[in-house]
């Protein structure tokens, strides 16, 4: 009963682990220095060290400034990639250290594991987050303090109910593991991106991007006005898809492939009030108001790299031109005759 006690615990520490590692060994070294929770797995008894909790919480002291700002908080998350995963393998190492060694590593091996899937989530849910929202400081805010209230709840959860929250933290693994490869793909789009703004400070693109023969096919290989790689948000069924954004006379695609299949999403210009540019610290977004097919207003969002920076500018000069002139050419039509 105890081991399985004990491995109902380290379930859910990984995944605290993987969100905020410093917050998770504190609140772990804390309640055993302290004797908060009764029934603590001695094994845990290794976390009562000042030593190893005056490191976290100093850390997490950090991470808690930088994790509210926008380019930072990805920034860190980048760099941490590298460390919450190598820190739940030295939680499940360190309270497995009794145990067979064959067990040891293996467990230790499943902790790392859990944390990478709930670090790679947490990544790419704030990088979709700083894409979507138009206040970047105030949702890095709210999103940052509410993965601080999870982990410290959802650690004294495991510390004090750990077979409940055990249960609980593997139907939340499940979930995770099913949304896991749209969420990858915005963290490997940040990535990009991340080198993408410095290679901007030297060099930006002067030419549009070249589309596919695949994705051309969509649109009858016709001469295209303008065309951007980039990342698409907003539009159900295609969200985190990478694509082309193509302008062809008074059309916009977005060109993408999905499950081995190249797809197309269009509207026409007449039905966009306004294209708008948006620049944040390490992208480009351009937004594209539409009514959807229920007729409610919704807002498309186009991610790009800051290389292409100049051919965003253009494109979206290109299309507001190209509004202008559908509006200003309908109000000249004469009215029928009554």
Known sequence: MESLKLLATLLPLSMTAGINLYATVAMVGLSEKYQWIEGMPKELQVFDNWALISIALVLYAIEFVVDKFEFFDNAWDVISTFIRPVGAFAIGT???????????????????AIALQTHVSKAGTRVALNVISPAETVSNVVISTAEDVFVFSFVWCALTYPIPTGIVASILLGILIAIAPRLFRWTLFFIKSFFAMFASWFNTRSKYDTVPSALMELIGHVDVDASLECKCSGIAGIRGRNGFLVVVGNKLFFLYHRYLMSNKWEI???EIPKAYMRRRFFINILEIPYNNKKGKRKTAHFALLKTQTTMTEKLTELVNSRIRTTSEGEQ???????
């Open 94 to 112: 360190a309270a497995l250290g009794s145990a067979d060694p064959a067990v040891a590593i293996g467990g230790s091996l499943i902790c790392g």
């Open 268 to 270: 026409s210009l007449e």
């Open 332 to 338: 000249a039509l004469p009215k029928a005759d009554s």
